[in-house]
């Protein structure tokens, strides 16, 4: 058992980010509250984490509304938690040595004391210990099993990705280019995003905000349609897509991150009858679901990261403090792959 004796190096209390109140429609700083609190006595079998990166994911929009829903809501008054990837420096445990590098879900804090079994070792390795809350962490299965294991991709397909630009999305759209895609599409929010995607391969991008995305998706796809759609957005993403569609094709519905503000009911796309003549699957999906697909993708992902296949982009904001705001901007759209605080 690794345990570190020279406790009066060790902090003793920490920062954290609370929820200070739920939001109504998009966040704002006045929801967030930044805390100091007391660290808990490191108990058998924990590990005291530094964090040195933590990750802000769309999800985390829904978990602050005090709804039934897939995973549990935020509770006020209280830190906020997600993916973060940081270093022992005390472990009471013999599986969890002091300076290993893991990855674990107590994030939006400056430390964290957990269990060692409730961490993952962090393949510095394979790359970079942030990549492991992107692209080989749970983003990048995310990707990997909504692509294969949801859709059913398979080589030759036309592959449409909206929020392609995003975390998930383009490493979605280099996963079905490096698997034999014959044509990939993405959707995005910016020219420089448009211009980064063409970029990281994929064979056509357009700007959502430029017109229609019936009109452009037509355009990009041509006569051929597409036979697979990766859904980050909803709304008029999905509708387009429904009308893009091939006979057979299938929908892998990831997010909808158009909606997540959203005061009012959305509606639904005004063409989801084609789903029936069409004999279209739409699937939703949680990567809690595909953990079991973790190894092969790591062996594969890690892979591409080596020799280039797969590309990633991080957007890093530095400081604790600036946690709220680095959450809200992802909701605006202001990343390029995956948004990261650096602590």
């Known amino acids: 058992m690794s345990t570190r004796t020279d406790t009066t190096t060790l902090p003793t209390a920490t920062r954290e980010i609370q929820l200070a109140s739920r939001p109504h429609g998009r966040p704002l700083p006045e929801n967030f509250r930044l805390a100091g609190t007391e660290l808990p006595v490191l108990q058998d079998g924990q590990i005291l984490v530094r964090n040195l990166f933590m990750s802000v994911d769309p999800y985390m929009r829904g978990r602050m509304n005090d709804v039934k829903s897939y995973s549990a809501p935020f509770s006020l008054d209280a830190a906020l938690d997600g993916g973060a990837v940081g270093e022992v420096i005390a472990s009471r445990s013999a599986d969890r040595q002091v300076g290993d590098a893991v990855v674990h879900s107590l994030g939006w804090r400056e430390h964290a004391v957990l269990d060692a079994g409730a961490t993952t070792p962090a393949r510095t390795d394979l790359a970079p210990a942030p990549a492991f809350l992107g692209a080989l962490g749970m983003t990048g299965l995310t990707a990997y099993a909504g692509l294969l294991k949801v859709a059913g991709f398979k080589a030759g397909e036309v592959v449409f990705v909206s929020g392609a630009a995003g975390a998930v999305g383009s490493l979605v759209g280099q996963i079905a280019k490096a698997l034999g895609a014959s044509r990939v599409i993405g959707s995005a929010g910016s020219p420089e995003k448009v211009a980064r995607l063409l970029e990281l391969g994929f064979d056509a991008a357009f700007d959502y905000h430029d017109g229609p995305v019936a009109g452009q998706l037509a355009a990009a796809a041509g006569d051929r349609g597409i036979d697979v759609y990766f859904d980050n957005v909803g709304g008029e993403h999905l509708e387009a897509a429904l009308s893009a569609l091939t006979v057979g094709g299938r929908v892998a519905m990831c997010g909808a991150i158009s909606q997540y503000n959203s005061t009012e009911p959305t509606p639904a796309p005004r063409n989801l009858m084609q789903a029936i003549g069409k004999q279209l699957t739409l699937k939703g999906f949680l990567v809690s679901g595909y953990w079991q697909h973790m190894?092969?993708?790591?062996?594969?992902?890690?892979?591409?990261?080596?020799?280039?296949?797969?590309?990633?982009?991080?957007?890093?904001?530095?400081?604790?403090?600036?946690?709220?705001?680095?959450?809200?901007?992802?909701?605006?759209?202001?990343?390029?792959g995956k948004m990261l605080v650096r602590l």
């Open 295 to 336: 190894p092969e993708f790591v062996e594969t992902m890690s892979g591409w990261l080596a020799d280039g296949t797969v590309r990633y982009d991080e957007t890093i904001v530095d400081g604790l403090e600036n946690a709220p705001q680095a959450f809200m901007d992802l909701l605006d759209g202001a990343n390029t």
